[in-house]
T-cell receptor, first 112, second 112 residues
Framework: AQSVTQLDSQVPVFEEAPVELRCNYSSSVSVYLFWYVQYPNQGLQLLLKYLSGSTLVKGINGFEAEFNKSQTSFHLRKPSVHISDTAEYFCAVSWGGNKLTFGTGTQLKVEL | NAGVTQTPKFQVLKTGQSMTLQCAQDMNHNSMYWYRQDPGMGLRLIYYSASEGTTDKGEVPNGYNVSRLNKREFSLRLESAAPSQTSVYFC???????????FGQGTRLTVV
């Protein structure tokens, strides 16, 4: 079965430090990749998406992600985090259908 | 700018009771989805509707039914609620394949 893996359930980081949130998926055949952010008690908001083209994708709030077909990965990065980035981040993959399969999420906690 | 609207926002049910969660989108999207979110498990797809008039099972459909009432509305029904259905439920919609899914604010359901 196709799957999405976010190995890190929690990532603590100091403010202004860089961060990488990891995402791996089970098959690279016709994949479409997304990162969503969820702030407390809210719905999910799209950060960025990869459908085709350049493997480096830039999103909102200074985040970016790189599609690596050989590694079947789509890691999310930010060079300098802010307290307001504290949230849960979800990687999601579509294997050519209408629906998205989500990872289990990574809680990013930014500390002063 | 309502986007995706879910009602109710909170609900407490007794085991065996039934209820319907309502979802409406005003973006003229073709596809709509119901997910449940549980701690440590990410979002799991319950049912989806690729277009008006069609519905399909997702990953965890047991105990649920859905109705795509029209292009705007997609409801989720629990016929006989069980404590295992305690969760946060999210409705989402998208234009179609590979496009951004927009999420509602969620319904927090507790079954006692």
């Amino acid at each position: 079965a196709q799957s999405v893996t976010q190995l890190d359930s929690q990532v603590p980081v100091f403010e202004e430090a860089p961060v990488e949130l990891r995402c791996n998926y089970s098959s690279s055949v016709s994949v479409y990749l997304f990162w969503y952010v969820q702030y407390p008690n809210q719905g999910l908001q799209l950060l960025l998406k990869y459908l085709s083209g350049s493997t480096l994708v830039k999103g909102i709030n200074g985040f970016e992600a790189e599609f690596n077909k050989s590694q079947t990965s789509f890691h999310l990065r930010k060079p300098s985090v802010h307290i307001s980035d504290t949230a849960e981040y979800f990687c999601a993959v579509s294997w050519g259908g209408n629906k998205l399969t989500f990872g289990t999420g990574t809680q990013l906690k930014v500390e002063l | 700018n309502a986007g995706v609207t879910q009602t109710p926002k909170f609900q407490v049910l007794k085991t065996g009771q039934s209820m319907t969660l309502q979802c409406a989108q005003d973006m003229n999207h073709n596809s709509m989805y119901w997910y449940r979110q549980d701690p440590g498990m990410g979002l799991r797809l319950i049912y989806y509707s690729a277009s008006e008039g069609t519905t399909d099972k997702g990953e965890v459909p047991n105990g649920y039914n859905v109705s795509r009432l029209n292009k705007r509305e997609f409801s989720l029904r629990l016929e006989s609620a069980a404590p295992s259905q305690t969760s946060v439920y999210f409705c989402a919609s998208s234009e179609g394949r590979f496009t951004e899914a927009f999420f509602g604010q969620g319904t927090r359901l507790t079954v006692v």
